[in-house]
């Protein structure tokens, strides 16, 4: 079992900045591919970032590409994803999740075997 908890969700100006935190525990960190994905109000659950197991192979969606970061910190356990540059569309529930059979999981949801709860972030406008 992996579990994931998210934190650092919250409300925010069009143009501010989020950093959202995944701490993972329950398996080697080291051995978890991460990904973070976003489910806007209505909509489905769209990619967001990947990184690998070891922060070689690192991926966004279109839609955030140049404005967020995704970075891993295997001594803490720990997936970050910077957002800069925020627009009231990035409002969404953001979940961090865990691959645990694969070095990458991209962005395809059904690579990722745990995720967390998920948490809100709103830009206004």
């Known amino acids: 079992q992996v579990q994931l908890v998210e934190s650092g969700g919250g409300l925010v100006q069009a143009g501010g900045s989020l950093r959202l935190s995944c701490a993972a525990s329950g398996r080697t960190f080291r051995n978890l591919a991460m990904g973070w994905f976003r489910q806007p109000p209505g909509k489905e659950r769209d990619f967001v970032a990947a990184i690998s197991r070891g922060g070689g192979s690192i991926d966004y969606g279109d839609s955030v590409k140049g404005r967020f970061t995704i970075s891993r910190d295997n001594a803490k356990n720990a997936v970050y994803l910077q957002m800069n540059s925020l627009k009231p569309d990035d409002t969404a529930v953001y979940y961090c999740?865990?691959?645990?059979?694969?070095?990458?999981?991209?962005?395809?949801?059904?690579?990722?075997?745990?995720w967390g709860q998920g948490i809100q972030v709103t830009v206004s406008s």
């Open positions: 999740a865990a691959a645990t059979t694969r070095n990458y999981g991209g962005s395809n949801s059904v690579n990722y075997d745990y």
